[in-house]
C-alpha cells in the first residue's frame, strides 16, 4: 500500500495482463487446443497436397496411358478398374487433384487479389472511384457467375488458361465486397490517418497498414471461396466446358463413368465407380470448412469468451 | 447529501474476491474487499483503471461480468446473500430493487425503442403500477432532473436526445421502479465539464429526493465529493482507505490517495513572444454543406505550449485537421514558419508533412495493431530520414530511453502495452519525425490520473530539451493550467478568446469562458452546492 508517487515509472506501468508469446509459441499452443474436427481437415488436407505434389510417384500408371481393357473390374493391375477408353481410374484420381486443385487456387488467388486491391482502394476513396468500382461490381454480380462463365468461355475458347483468368475476375466480386466493407471501418481509424499525414504512398497505405488488418475475414472468405470455384469447375466440368481431355478431372470422371451406375446390381463396385470422385470432391469440401471454422475460432476472438 | 442517522444497513459486502479468466489463466481482479452501504448514503468508489472499481459496483449486484466469477465472499442485500441466489431469483431484484447506470449512455439504450417505454420497462415488467401512472410519474421524474420539455422528450428515439439528456433520462430509468440501490458506473466520465454539472447537481437531487442508497464509481475525485457521503479508494483489488468525504479530502491518509489528484498540483510558469511558429487566419471550414469554422484566427508562438480549449463540438479537433490538412479550408490561410502551407495534404512537400506531427486522443487506434513499437517508431525516421537498419534500430531504442522505456519494447504490439505506454510509444513516433511543432489531441483524456501526470511532465521535458511548439487541444481546464504558456478558449466553430493563461484564467471573462471555467470541479465538497446557489441567483 504504500507505494507512492515516487515510485512511478512508465516501464513498470502495469501493462496487459497478457504473458508475451512468440508467434511460433502462440502458433504451438493454437495447435496443441486445436478440436478433433480441425486435425481432421487437417491431415485429410494434407493427403490432397501430397497427392497433388507426388502425383506422378504415387500413380501406379500414366494420366492418360491407355489400357487394352475397357471398364475393367475393380483389382488386379488396375485396384479401381479402368474407364471407358482403358485408363486406370486409381490413377487419374491422383493426377486429377493436381489438375482440379491447382487451376482452383491459381483463379482465387486471383480473385482475392483483384478484388482486395479495388476493395481497399474502394474504402479509401469512398467518392468517385468507389461508385464507379462499386456500381460496375453490382453489375457483374447480377449476372450468375454460371451463364456468365459459359458465354466467355465460348467466346475464348475453353483453356485452362482462359479458365482460370475468366474465374479470377468474375469471383473477384465477393472479395471487393467484403475486403470494401471491413476496409471501410479500418480507413477511418487514426492509424491510416497518421499515415497519410507522414505523406505515405497508396501501396504502403493498402499493404502495410491496412491489409494485416483485414486479413483474417479475407483468409476466411478465400477458404469458402475455393470451395465454391471447385464447384463451379467441377459443374464446368461435367457439362465438358471445364479441365479439358486428356487432363483428368474429377468431374469429367463422374460423368465419363456415369453408365457404370446401372450395373451396380451385378456388381457393386462397378456402380461406386463414378461416386468415388464425387465423394472426393466433397470430403475435401468438408476437410476445408472444419479447418476455416478452427481458423475463424482462433482469429475472431471467439476463443477468450469463458467455457 | 443525506443524513446517515437512521443508519440502517442496507449493502453489505464482506471479503469480496473475484477472479477473471482471460490469456487461459485466472487472475485475481477483487482480493478481499468489504464494504458497507446505510440506507440513503452515497458511497463513492474510485480508483484508477483496473483497479477493480466497476467489478466490485457490479458485484454489489450480485453479478459479474462473462468470464469473471466470485470466489469468496458474502453479498447481503437486506439480509439476503445475492452470491447465493440462482440467476432468475437475482433477476426478480435486479431493476427493481437495485438499478444500474452505464458509463456510456448511448450505447446502452436501444435504439430502435422509444425512450418513454424504455424508461418504464424494469417497473412494468415487475408490474410495479399500471403503465399509465408508470408513465406519468417518469414525466414526473424528467421533471425533476430538468430535462426539457418533459411531457413529450419520453416519445423520442435515443438519438434525438443530446449525451447529457441521455445519461440523465437513463437516471430516470434507473430510478422509475424506486429502487433501494442505485449503481452508478462513471455516469459523466464521457461528458463535457459544463454538461457534466447538470447532470451531477440533477442525480444528486433525484437521489436526495427518494433518500435512495447508491455507490458512485469514478476516478475522478473531484466529482465524487460532490456526491458521496463516504469514499472508498481501491488499487489492484484492494482498499487503500476509506473515510468520510470531508476528512478524505482534507487529510488523506495513503500517499496514493494523494497522488489521484496529482495532475492539480503541476504548475508551469507562462511565457511568451512575438515569434510564430504557426498562424491560421481568417480560416473557414465545413463537413459536407455543414459549416463548422467560422473565421478562426489564432497565433502559436515559437517554442510555447498553446492550449486550445472549448466543449465537445466546439471546433477545437476541427482547427488541428485544418493545420494537419486532413480537412482543407474553405477560407483563410496557414502561415507556418514564415511560408505558406497548401490547404490540401497532397500538396504539401514531405518537409512540410514533416515538421507538423499529430498525437491522437485514442492510442489504441492511433496504433497499427499489426505493428510492433519497432516498426511503429522505425517507419517515420526511415520514411523522412532515410536511416535503415542498424543505424534505425539504435534511434528507435534512443527515442525509447526519450520517453523513459527501453529496448525490451521493440517487438512488443500495441495490444501488449498500457494506455500509458501506448501514448508515450505515439509521442515517440511524432518525435521520430524531428518535428517543430506537434499537435496534441486530447492525449491525455483517455488516461488516469497518475498516468496523465507522467505524460504531461514528459511533454514539457521533450520542450525544454528540444524546444518543440504544441498545440494542446483538451478539454479539461486542470490539463491546461498544468502545461500550456496561452489559452484559446472556441465555442461554437468560433474563437471566443486568446491570450496569456494568467490573463484568460483570471476574470473578468466573457460569458462563455465564466462557465466554461466554473463548471470544472474542485476538491470541495461544497463546490457544487454553492456553484449553483450562485448561477441561479
Known sequence: MSENTQSYSAKGEVSNITKRRTRFERIKIAFSKAPLSAWFGMIVLSIYLIAAFFAPFIAPHGEAEVFPVAYAPWGGEHLLGTDQIGRDILSRLIFASRNTLGICFLACTIALFIGTIFGIIAAIDRSYIDQILSRSIDTLMAIPVMIFTFILLSVFGPSNLNLILILGVLESTRFFRISRSVAVGQVVLEYVEVAKLRGEKLSYIIFREILPNIASPLIVEFGVRFIFIIFTVSSLSFLGLGIQPPAADWAAMVRENAILIQYAQYDITAGLTPLIPAAIIALLALAINFVIDWYLYITSGLKDDIK | ?537
Open chain 2, 1 to 537: 447529501m443525506t443524513s446517515n442517522n437512521k443508519k440502517e444497513l442496507l449493502l453489505e459486502m464482506k471479503n469480496i474476491h473475484i477472479d477473471g479468466f482471460s490469456d487461459e489463466r485466472w487472475h485475481k481482479i477483487l482480493k478481499g474487499v468489504d464494504l458497507n452501504l446505510y440506507r440513503g448514503e452515497i458511497l463513492g468508489l474510485i480508483g484508477e483503471s483496473g483497479a477493480g472499481k466497476s467489478t466490485m459496483g457490479k458485484a454489489a449486484m450480485g453479478y459479474t461480468q462473462p468470464g469473471c466469477k466470485i470466489i469468496k465472499g458474502e453479498i447481503l442485500f437486506n439480509g439476503t446473500d445475492l452470491a447465493k441466489l440462482t440467476e432468475f431469483e437475482k433477476r426478480k431484484i435486479w431493476g427493481t430493487k437495485i438499478s444500474y447506470v452505464a458509463q456510456s449512455a448511448a450505447a446502452s439504450f436501444n435504439p430502435a425503442h422509444r425512450l418513454m417505454d424504455q424508461t418504464i420497462s424494469a417497473a412494468n415488467r415487475a408490474k410495479i403500477n399500471p403503465t399509465e401512472v408508470l408513465r406519468k410519474d417518469a414525466v414526473q421524474l424528467y421533471e425533476s432532473l430538468q430535462l426539457p420539455d418533459a411531457e413529450n422528450i419520453g416519445e423520442r428515439y435515443p438519438h434525438q436526445v443530446s449525451g447529457g439528456q441521455l445519461q440523465r433520462i437513463m437516471t430516470a430509468m434507473a430510478m422509475s421502479p424506486r429502487p433501494e440501490l442505485i449503481i452508478f458506473d462513471e455516469p459523466t466520465t464521457a461528458l463535457d465539464v459544463t454538461t457534466q454539472v447538470e447532470v451531477l447537481s440533477a442525480m444528486r437531487s433525484i437521489v436526495d429526493k427518494f433518500n435512495t442508497a447508491a455507490i458512485y464509481i469514478t476516478h475522478d475525485l473531484a466529482v465524487v465529493a460532490q456526491m458521496a457521503d463516504r469514499i472508498k479508494v481501491l488499487r489492484y483489488g484492494e482498499e487503500v482507505e476509506e473515510s468520510e468525504t470531508r476528512e478524505m479530502l482534507s487529510n488523506p491518509k495513503e500517499e496514493y490517495t494523494k497522488s489521484l489528484w496529482s495532475v492539480r498540483s503541476l504548475i508551469k510558469p507562462e511565457e511568451t513572444n512575438e515569434d510564430y511558429m504557426l498562424s491560421i487566419k481568417n480560416i473557414d471550414a465545413a463537413y459536407g454543406s455543414s459549416k463548422v469554422l467560422h473565421n478562426v484566427s489564432v497565433n502559436i508562438p515559437r517554442g510555447k505550449t498553446v492550449a486550445i480549449v472549448g466543449e465537445s463540438g466546439s471546433g477545437k479537433s476541427t482547427t488541428a485537421r485544418v493545420i494537419t490538412g486532413l480537412l482543407p479550408q474553405t477560407k483563410g490561410e496557414i502561415i507556418f514558419d514564415g511560408k505558406k502551407l497548401s490547404p490540401k495534404l497532397e500538396q504539401r512537400s514531405k518537409e512540410e508533412l514533416r515538421r507538423i506531427q499529430i498525437i491522437f486522443q485514442m492510442p489504441d487506434t492511433a496504433m497499427n495493431p499489426k505493428q510492433t513499437v519497432d516498426e511503429i517508431i522505425g517507419r517515420p525516421i526511415e520514411f523522412y530520414h532515410g536511416v535503415k537498419g542498424k543505424e534505425r534500430e539504435a534511434k528507435v531504442i534512443e527515442l525509447l530511453k526519450m520517453i523513459e522505456l527501453d529496448e525490451s519494447f521493440l517487438d512488443r504490439l500495441p495490444s501488449e502495452l498500457s494506455g500509458g505506454q501506448k501514448q508515450r510509444i505515439c509521442i515517440a513516433r511524432a518525435l521520430a519525425a524531428n518535428p517543430d511543432l506537434i499537435i496534441c489531441d486530447e492525449v491525455t483524456s483517455a488516461l488516469d490520473q497518475i498516468v496523465q501526470e507522467g505524460i504531461l511532465k514528459l511533454l514539457q521535458k521533450l520542450q525544454k530539451d528540444l524546444g518543440v511548439t504544441y498545440i494542446f487541444i483538451t478539454h479539461d481546464i486542470a490539463t491546461v493550467k498544468a502545461i500550456s504558456d496561452e489559452i484559446v478558449v472556441m465555442y461554437q466553430g468560433e474563437v471566443v478568446e486568446q491570450g496569456l493563461k494568467s490573463k484568460i484564467l483570471n476574470p473578468p471573462h466573457p460569458d462563455y469562458t465564466e462557465l466554461l471555467l466554473s463548471s470544472v470541479p474542485e476538491m470541495d465538497p461544497d463546490w457544487l452546492t454553492n456553484l449553483l446557489n450562485k448561477r441561479s441567483s
